[in-house]
């Protein structure tokens, strides 16, 4: 019997590159918050960070309790967690952001044209109320 390969099927050509147009266009709009409102832009970028940081590592934390245990009823929803504790190596190239915003955001915008850039430099270790917004975080 020969093995069904299912990468080769046209539906899952389409859902893949349905996928990376939408990888595109969420990184086009990252782009485009940063350049026009950097303190929020950076504050939902902490928000959502944290949450897939949060689901990676429960996910890890779940399945190494399972294993521990020898539970033979979760190996079903152990792959899922599981799938969910793959995404903890992405978690260090997503964290640099937050650690060098100053870094990051120069490389982006130049200081004579954004003016959030005086906002982001001028700011020490802080964690600020500022115009209603969410809590956010300015390192430089």
Known sequence: MNPVKLTDTPFLKKLQMFSFALIGIGAIGTAVAFFTDAQRALAGYVVAFSYVFGLGVTGMFFSALQYAVRAGWSAAVRRIAELFAESIWLIIVG??????????????????????????????????????????????
């Not at 850039?117 to 964690?127: C, D, E, G, Q």
């Open 95 to 140: 964290f640099l952001p937050i650690i060098f915003p100053r870094l990051i955001w120069s490389s982006l915008c130049l200081a004579s044209l954004c003016s959030s850039t005086k906002y982001l430099r001028s700011r020490p270790i802080a964690v600020y109320f500022d115009r209603g917004y969410p809590a956010s975080f300015s390192l430089f």
